[in-house]
């Protein structure tokens, strides 16, 4: 079954650290890996994805994530954390991705990051 | 562009009664998706629409809950009758294939059954 994984409820940095929200996945092909962020009381927002060519992305707020086909990982990252980091971060794939994409995305339960001054 | 829009952003309703949750998609995305927030069961997927059909209503809890996209500017998600264990927020997002399935959502709407 096609599924992702975020083994982490909650982490917890203390600001200025840096800080790893973790995902994992398990779907078949070569497929797009997204991470969203909600606030309280907000939408999810986009903040970065994978398709394909360096396994580094870049993407909002600073924050970048790392894709390793071989542990079939894509961790979330940040070298400095913010207070207003604190919020709800949700690992998502599109299964099939580069030429099988279904439309959908599969998301992981999410990780709770808490940051105190 | 306005994002994708919700209405209501908040609903109160007694136990029995109809509910009407609806979802104006960003301009030129072909994908509709309605989701569920709960505390206990996290984000669910409800239904989603490619091109105005609906692809995989799997997700739609049961007889209750219907969907409907009537053209590419809007959508309905209906609740009737509405339980309390229907309570939660339900948020719509779209996407377009041509922009790698990102999904864009909106604010939700947080329903309340009394």
């Known amino acids: 079954a096609q599924s992702v994984a975020q083994p982490e409820d909650q982490v917890n940095v203390a600001e200025g650290n840096p800080l790893t929200v973790k995902c994992t996945y398990s779907?078949?092909?070569?497929?797009?890996l997204f991470w969203y962020v909600q606030y309280p009381n907000r939408g999810l927002q986009f903040l970065l994805k994978?398709?394909?060519?360096?396994?580094l992305v870049k993407g909002s707020y600073g924050f970048e994530a790392e894709f390793n086909k071989s542990q079939t990982s894509f961790h979330l990252k940040k070298p400095s954390a913010l207070v207003s980091d604190s919020a709800l971060y949700f690992c998502?794939?599109?299964?099939?991705?580069?030429?099988?994409?279904?439309?959908?995305?599969?998301f992981g339960k999410g990780t709770k990051l808490s940051v105190k001054p | 562009d306005a994002g994708v829009i919700q209405s209501p952003r908040h609903e109160v309703t007694e136990m029995g009664q109809e509910v009407t949750l609806r979802c104006k998609p960003i301009s030129g995305h072909d994908y509709l998706f309605w989701y569920r927030q709960t505390m206990m069961r996290g984000l669910e997927l409800l239904i989603y629409f490619n091109n105005n059909v609906p692809i995989d209503d799997s997700g739609m809890p049961e007889d209750r809950f219907s969907a409907k996209m009537p053209n590419a500017s809007f959508s309905t998600l209906k609740i009737q009758p509405s339980e309390p264990r229907d309570s939660a927020v339900y948020f719509c997002?779209?996407?377009?294939?041509?922009?790698?399935?990102?999904?864009?959502f909106g604010p939700g709407t947080r329903l309340t059954v009394l």
């Open positions: 779907v078949s092909g070569n497929p797009y």
């Open positions: 997002a779209s996407s377009s294939r041509g922009r790698a399935d990102t999904q864009y």
């Open positions: 994978y398709i394909t060519g360096d396994n």
């Open positions: 998502a794939v599109s299964p099939g991705g580069y030429g099988g994409s279904q439309g959908n995305l599969i």
